[in-house]
């Protein structure tokens, strides 16, 4: 039986989608700080498969080149609420200026949105990363009572930032 064939449905978005990162160190901070700028207006999402992309649709022979976006019910950018996890407390925005990926004159008129986000506490382990160490750590005894904080903090944030659905990059 061949799949392909089958009608797929795919529901529409509906309600905020939480974005949870590991780590939100460079490249986390320039994600955060550009999807923001979007939303703002500073910039266009290049790039960005979901906002600027198209789809070829049908035949070769039809011209029908829909942006990806406009084609798949996906989220809205500004229905997106954003979080994570670091071994540094440091909010997005001072993360963001240490990494020194982004100029201060880019993250300057996104500053007070990206000092609202603060990472969580992190599940840490020096015997996979020796040559890191950080102070915003999680205590914990075994994996297991990691992986259980790690699950609490998600439904926290899931209700603290009244989010429908997670998702971790």
Do not use: H
């Not at 990926?101 to 993250?107: A, H, K, P, R, Y």
């Not at 949105?113 to 075994?142: C, H, S």
């Not at 259980?148 to 926290?156: P, S």
């Amino acid at each position: 039986m061949n799949n392909l064939k089958k009608p797929v449905e795919i529901k529409s978005p509906s309600g905020k989608l939480g974005v949870l990162l590991p780590g939100m160190g460079a490249v986390a901070t320039t994600f955060i700080a550009g999807v923001l700028g979007i939303k703002r207006g500073l910039g266009l999402p290049i790039g960005s498969l979901t906002q600027m992309a198209t789809i070829r649709i049908g035949k070769r022979s039809l011209s029908n080149f829909p942006k990806i976006s406009d084609y798949v019910p996906l989220v809205k950018l500004d229905q997106l609420e954003f979080g994570g996890w670091d071994i540094f407390d440091d909010s997005c925005y001072k993360a963001a200026l240490k990494a020194g990926v982004l100029e201060q004159t880019i993250l300057s008129p996104l500053k007070v949105e990206l000092d609202q986000i603060i990472p969580m506490k992190a599940v840490f382990d020096r015997n996979y990363v020796k040559k890191l160490d950080g102070t915003n750590v999680k205590k914990i005894k075994t994996k297991m009572d990691g992986a259980k904080m790690l699950m609490e903090d998600i439904e926290l944030f899931k209700d603290e930032k009244k989010v429908d659905r997670l998702v971790a990059v």
